[in-house]
């Protein structure tokens, strides 16, 4: 018989048992159902995606979604690691995933040339390798060792995966002395001769690549004949800008259309190397140079050997064009002579993040990378590959050129004397390694090319990503509007694709822009903001994308029209100009990845069809003002609320009656001071949330500002103090317009703001007189009829409706209600009737539930002209209505961020913006009353004051 002891051991080894049964009986089965590729559908499911998505992954087969041949059921495995890798994104249909909270919601990521996501099992590994002791590889000792061997680990992955490695019979005398390596020979290399293979040098990414072939490079010129930069139109801005230091050197640059280039036979590369030696000897024949200069120059021509380099995209990051750069290589190649020698450098960023790149296939004799453009971690790291036989080209001193050096780049340096060796072990371009390289970087390199090739390498990536392009283009071509007119424009070489032609395709990147019933632009800053604003958000990328030569092509922009947006109109590159003269300044780019889904694409798709299609056949739809236009009796209105934002985007201080210039409109102090960062732009409350705890208040009475904030002594200003200073002024930026300002209070203030914010600020007040700012030198303020800091108008009108209307939406939305206060106005108008009762004699138009949501709000202060004060005898003009930002998300008594602009975008977007309110400004009327035309500025003004409204004709 068992004693207790052995009883109870006994027991719980049973229940052991069948817990760990059942346990790998719900494994297995939720293993099968996996394999077998079903799919567990919520009845909330659109069941209109999921045969969307059939369709889609039965035209692409296995070129989608990396399919496991071994799983038995053909699953689609990103469909069963997507959520789990990546959960802040949007998951694969039928998959459940933990729900998002309300600040947390998962997004829709289509920017993958800007940079690649890495994945949760790949920050993990990198993490975890973290808490290894590496030390400076410049050190001795076990840690610098472990650096060492795990830089020499990833830089040998790197050379794998980009296939860099010298021929096995490429030996070390060719290797040590490329010099003496026979032209003929080296023309020939890709055919007849083994390949050197390429040197890596680690940079902080393609940009500083770039930068160092460009600054060593031996470019001729000056009194010998010139060294051409050739590059396509469509280069990035990075490869533009080695123009730079070619052009130091006596060097010059030729632009020409990629298909030019890539076109061009050797007999072109001879004529362009021709053209400029026959500038250059027309030149010196002009009497520019004596005789004897001459033939010394003649002489010299004779024996030097004139670089050329040519710089070429491997796939272009605006719209995935991918040129035929070999046939362009091997063009100048042939051109190639004793004298003229031309060498190619190759910008693989995009291309090789989503696709293969062999460069000994490719054979060009520099390359660059960034790689977080291939797996998102680490980013600030790329490389530069040079070709060994090339390596002469870059290095330290060469050319009689002198150049930085730092440390770990020499070899012996006398701190006293013009002595230096740069370093030439044990890499050929170690002279160029200045500094402590990023080895913690570098190591974690060895993740990303795991995750590689856990989903099978960069052939099936490619596939992947392309098919998911491929579709796109499809569905955006069979967009249309009611009327039959495209609502889709899409540049490139995805144009010319035909649906059987896959394997020569494009990369995964489709640039594009979106127009309207009648043929006219969507801004892309238009769509940018409402991608944000969607349900769920998406990451697009809009603009230029730092290619302006590409985007100019396919815009069909001029170079007059691109130098008139910048004098005319100010455009510049990142700004939120969109349109100019109904014509785009830019695009929208989509570009797919490793970690993309059918559920992406299909949700811009979904965005767009919902957004900017217009079904109607003729294409009108009512205007914000038709809609609102007689449904608000004049002789209802009473000024319910009223605020004054003493220092801009903090806290708003109620006033029950308050002064108002007769001049301007404006409330007296309101919005006369605001917070200034170090670059001298007015600060907001959405991009420093703790803001919305800085409490102005004006004391009338003793003439005081008091600031408070939790856990701060209250802050006291004198409002006449520095009454005549004018020593620390300047210009304030507020929403990209200048206005006069200067700096208020002493020492303590700043210390004061500063210290609660936690960023250097200083506090300003609005002025006149434009004195430099300390951190200020710019010419003089635009004051552009401004009053204080405010936006457009010294006032901001809303009305009790409009908040009402959009609590409705809100509320049909599941959101938090709304007030006043979340929108800063100045006025907050009431009407006295009974809101059901108003409803039922306004227009036809107006109604409630899906018709508010649909656009039929009732906002009726968009179709007023003036509003007057009767009793006050003040006249006010309607000046336009106020264009909201992300700045309505932000709670005015707490910093927190909600959802209001996006339920504003369901119902109040006109012409590119979303409209809630309306900014006034003093009525320019020379038949003024007695009280008027007395001299006194301000009048008194006060909450219960009636008021009055005439309407747009």
């Not at 296939?163 to 026979?182: E, F, M, Q, T, V």
């Not at 109620?654 to 007769?662: P, T």
Request: net charge neutral; charged share 20%.
């Amino acid at each position: 018989m068992l004693d207790e002891s052995s009883w109870f051991s006994e027991y719980y080894s049973v229940v052991w048992i069948f817990v760990s049964v059942l346990l790998l009986l719900l494994l297995c089965v939720q293993q099968q159902k996996r394999l077998s590729g079903q799919v567990i559908v919520s009845s909330s499911q659109d069941i209109g995606a999921l045969e969307r998505k059939k369709d889609f992954v039965t035209r692409a087969g296995d070129d989608y979604g990396y399919r496991d041949d071994d799983s038995g059921g053909g699953g689609h495995n990103i469909d069963h690691w997507r959520s789990t890798e990546f959960p802040g994104l949007i998951p694969p249909l039928g998959t459940s995933t933990a729900s998002k909270s309300h600040d947390d919601e998962a997004e829709v990521y289509l920017d993958y040339a800007g940079s690649a996501l890495p994945s949760v099992t790949q920050l993990s590994h990198i993490l975890n390798d973290g808490t290894q002791i590496l030390a400076n590889p410049h050190s001795a000792g076990p840690a610098a060792s472990r650096t060492t061997r795990l830089v020499n680990q990833a830089t040998k992955l790197v050379l794998d995966h980009f296939n860099c490695h010298a021929d096995p019979d490429y030996g070390p005398y060719l290797l040590k002395d490329s010099k003496r390596i026979p032209h003929q020979l080296a023309s020939n290399r890709q055919k007849k001769e083994p390949h050197p293979g390429y040197e890596v040098i680690f940079t902080s990414g393609s940009t500083e690549s770039l930068r160092l072939v460009a600054e060593l490079f031996p470019w001729c010129g000056d009194n010998q004949e010139p060294s051409i930069l050739l590059y396509p139109q469509q280069a990035h801005t990075s490869v533009v800008g080695m123009r730079a230091c070619a052009q130091s050197c006596g060097a010059i640059f030729q632009c020409e259309p990629l298909d030019t280039i890539c076109n061009a036979s050797a007999n072109t590369f001879s004529k362009w190397t021709k053209q400029q030696a026959g500038v250059f000897d027309e030149q010196m024949i002009s009497g520019n140079s004596t005789s004897s200069q001459r033939d010394t120059n003649q002489s010299n021509s004779e024996e030097t050997v004139v670089n050329h380099l040519l710089a070429l995209p491997l796939e272009c990051n605006f719209s995935g064009d991918r040129p035929d750069v070999s046939s362009a290589m091997a063009a100048a190649r042939s051109a190639s002579s004793r004298n003229h020698q031309w060498h190619f450098l190759l910008d693989i960023a995009k291309a090789a993040s989503t696709g293969p790149v062999d460069l000994k296939a490719l054979d060009p004799d520099f390359a660059c990378i960034s790689f977080y453009k291939l797996f998102g971690e680490p980013t600030g790291l790329g490389a530069l590959f040079v070709k060994r036989n090339k390596v002469d080209l870059l290095k330290l001193l060469s050319h009689n050129k002198p150049r930085y050096f730092g440390g770990g780049s020499v070899d012996v340096v006398l701190p006293g004397k013009d002595f230096m060796v740069a370093r030439s072990e044990p890499s050929l371009l170690a002279s160029l390694k200045n500094g402590t390289i990023h080895f913690r970087g570098i190591a974690s390199l060895i993740h990303g090319f795991r995750e590689l090739d856990r989903v099978g390498g960069m052939e099936k990536i490619s596939k992947h990503a392309r098919s998911l392009a491929k579709e796109l283009v499809r569905r955006l071509t069979r967009i249309h509007h009611g009327n039959g007119k495209r609502a889709v424009v899409i540049y490139g070489a995805w144009t010319k694709q035909k649906e059987s032609n896959m394997s020569v395709s494009p990369g995964p990147t489709v640039a594009f822009n979106i127009v309207r019933q009648d043929e006219s632009f969507v801004g892309y800053n238009e769509v940018s903001k409402l991608a944000m604003l969607h349900r769920p958000p998406l990451q697009l990328r809009t603009g230029c994308f730092c290619n302006p030569g590409a985007c100019q092509k396919a815009l069909g922009l001029s170079d007059k029209d691109i130098h008139d947006n910048y004098v005319i109109s100010g455009h510049v590159c990142g700004d939120q100009i969109d349109i100019i003269q109904n014509r785009s300044t830019g695009a929208i780019r989509v570009s797919f990845g490793k970690d993309s889904i059918w559920e992406d694409l299909d949700a811009l798709v979904t965005f767009i069809e919902k957004q900017f299609v217009n079904y109607t056949t003729d294409g009108t739809k009512p205007s914000i003002n038709q809609l609102n236009k007689d449904v608000l009796p004049q002789n209802h209105l009473q000024l319910s609320e009223m605020y004054i934002f003493p220092i801009k985007s903090c806290v708003a201080m109620r006033v029950k009656r308050w002064q108002i210039s007769r001049k301007t409109g404006k409330l007296k102090y309101d919005r006369e001071f605001a917070l200034v960062d170090s670059s001298g732009s007015a600060m907001r409350m959405y991009s420093y949330p703790r803001m919305a705890l800085i409490r102005p208040v004006i004391d009338l009475n003793a003439g005081l500002l008091i600031v408070s904030a939790p856990n701060c002594k209250d802050l006291v200003l004198r409002l006449d103090q520095f009454k005549d200073a004018s020593d620390c002024g300047g210009s304030v930026k507020v929403c990209g317009n200048k206005c006069g300002g200067r700096i208020w209070g002493n020492r303590l203030a700043t210390e004061w703001f500063s210290s609660f914010l936690g960023v250097q600020c200083w506090l300003a007040r609005y002025s006149n007189n434009s004195e430099p700012f300390p951190c200020d030198n710019t010419a003089a303020v635009n004051n552009r009829n401004s009053v204080a800091f405010s936006n457009e108008a010294p006032l901001m009108l809303l009305s009790e409706d409009s908040i009402s209307t959009l609590n409705e939406v809100l509320s049909a939305q599941g959101q938090k209600l709304t007030t006043s206060m979340q929108f800063r106005p100045n006025l907050v108008v009431r009407n006295t009737l009974k809101r059901d009762v108003l409803r039922e004699n306004s227009s036809p138009n107006m109604g409630k539930g899906k018709e508010t949501l649909n656009g039929n709000g009732w906002n009726p202060e968009d179709s007023w002209s003036t509003v007057t004060i009767p009793d006050r005898d003040l006249k006010l003009t309607v000046v336009g209505q106020c264009a909201r930002c992300s700045m309505v998300d932000y709670d005015p008594t707490t910093g927190m961020k909600g959802k209001t602009l996006r339920a504003l975008a369901d119902y109040r977007r006109q012409q590119g913006q979303i409209m809630f309110g309306i900014f006034l400004r003093a009525t320019d009327d020379m038949h003024l009353t007695n009280k008027q035309a007395d001299g006194t500025e301000y009048v008194l003004i006060e909450e219960g004051d009636m008021i009055g409204c005439s309407q747009h004709a």
